[in-house]
């Protein structure tokens, strides 16, 4: 290689962009206990898939750089993987995350809620994008833990690794889910989303989406 060509490679590499970095990985923690029938699931997963379609949602999981994953879960032991981490650098990208997440099968059926073993399993999900600037768990559920392992130790296990929490909260009556999300289950800075049932799950996820991007809601 002439000293001129080396000269050109080595100031084509000086001057090229730095590829951005990824902003923020999400996870989707999707309650699919007991209380939640068929229809309220498929609610969910279409709502879910909805937004992440979504032009403006799309548009700022791309500006973000975001990567996204989804777990479904229910009792103790019962937690899975359903999608594993996906990068959102493109709508394309975008588009094909919201038609996987709109197909999956079930998880579980008919078990109890776990919500401490939920958030423990989610969080040993951010090794592969340690990369990522904000690692968040976006949990949602419509009841209150009554099976598995204690929940304050696994959400301050997740606190030390730096990882935010925020929920939804799907209410049947009242505010009840909303005040416990809100004392036992997020982070500090964190928030809840309130849907006043499934039926209000949709424009839930989505206006919670575009929040921890960190875009306008609208």
């Known amino acids: 290689m002439s000293a001129l060509r080396a000269f050109c490679l080595s100031l084509c590499f000086l001057t090229a962009p730095a590829a951005r970095a990824c902003d923020v990985a999400l996870l989707l923690a999707i309650d699919v206990s007991g209380s939640i029938d068929a229809g309220e699931y498929r609610i969910q997963m279409e ?5 992440l379609s979504e032009p403006a949602v799309a548009e700022a999981l791309v500006q973000a750089r975001a990567r996204i994953a989804l777990v479904q879960w229910s009792a103790g032991g019962m937690q899975a993987l359903s999608v594993g981490w996906q990068p959102i650098e493109t709508t394309d990208d975008a588009h094909a995350l919201a038609a996987r ?3 999956l099968p079930r998880a579980f059926v008919g078990a109890d809620t776990a919500v401490g073993e939920a958030i ?6 951010f090794t592969p994008v340690a990369d990522c600037r904000r690692r968040v768990i976006d949990i949602s559920g419509d009841g209150a833990q009554n099976a598995g392992a204690p929940l304050a130790p696994l ?3 997740a606190l030390a690794a ?11 009556i009242g505010l009840s889910i909303t005040v416990y999300y809100r004392s036992f289950v997020i982070s500090r800075g964190g928030f809840v989303m309130t849907a006043r049932g499934h039926t209000e799950y949709p424009q839930a996820i989505r206006m919670k989406l575009l929040r921890e991007i960190g875009q306008p809601l609208g």
Do not use: K, L, W, Y
């Open 162 to 172: 730096g990882i935010e929490i925020n929920a939804i909260a799907i209410e049947s």
């Open 101 to 103: 997440v709109r197909a």
């Open 155 to 157: 959400r301050s296990r």
């Open 120 to 125: 423990g399993f989610a969080a040993d999900q």
């Open 47 to 51: 709502g879910t898939a909805d937004a």
